[in-house]
């Protein structure tokens, strides 16, 4: 299954998921200072960019070192997809990382880690490397676009729940565990048609 930027781009949005976490975000960033949120947001999400290009750059070799095939990481990430999309789709994607806050300022975790560079998007970000390695500095830019969204979320996650109210934040996350599911299956069969047939 080929990607473009814009697709390759769709995707990390949806698997990124900024909209399903605003209950998290809000609930990580009201135990901190005001006047830190915004360096905090930046910062997560720039660790949250290095995490995921180092696993973009490195996945051609990860894959070799492990002796991994790209079609049992497109059918591994296909399932991966799934699970979060029926979470998406289903409630309970604010439970995976827990809602439990403290006063201490969050660094790399939860946040960045795995809130944002969770096991999805690093599957995801090692299968379009793998996958099309060419056009390695065209999924740098997709990731960096989709994380650049996520940050705006973030930043505003306290003021897009009140405008949008949390039924319609609910309504927008299962469409989008919608999409992803379509994905996800699609991944899938494209893995598992280069298993038995190869690519044609």
Do not use: C, N
């Not at 905090?40 to 002796?67: D, H, K, N």
């Amino acid at each position: 299954m080929d990607h473009t930027f814009l697709s390759a781009f769709v995707l990390l949005l949806l698997v990124l998921d900024p909209f399903g976490s605003l209950p998290i975000f809000v609930s990580i960033l009201g135990s901190v200072a005001p006047e830190r949120r915004t360096f905090v947001a930046v910062r997560e999400v720039l660790i949250a960019f290095g995490v995921l290009v180092l696993f973009m750059v490195s996945g051609q070799g990860f894959l070799t070192l492990m002796r991994l095939s790209e079609r049992s990481l497109e059918v591994a990430g296909g399932v991966i997809l799934a699970i979060i999309a029926i979470r998406m789709i289903f409630g309970g994607s604010a439970e995976m990382y827990g809602s439990d806050t403290t006063k201490r300022e969050p660094f790399i975790f939860p946040l960045a880690v795995p809130l944002l560079a969770g096991p999805s998007a690093m599957a995801t970000v090692l299968l379009l490397a793998s996958r099309q390695p060419e056009h390695l500095v065209t999924w740098i830019g997709a990731l960096t676009a989709a994380l650049a969204i996520s940050g705006v979320v973030l930043l505003a996650a306290d003021r897009i729940r009140r405008v949008l109210g949390t039924q319609m934040v609910a309504a927008i996350e299962k469409l989008m565990g919608l999409v992803l599911t379509a994905v996800a299956v699609e991944m899938i069969l494209a893995g598992l048609k280069r298993y038995f047939i190869g690519d044609l």
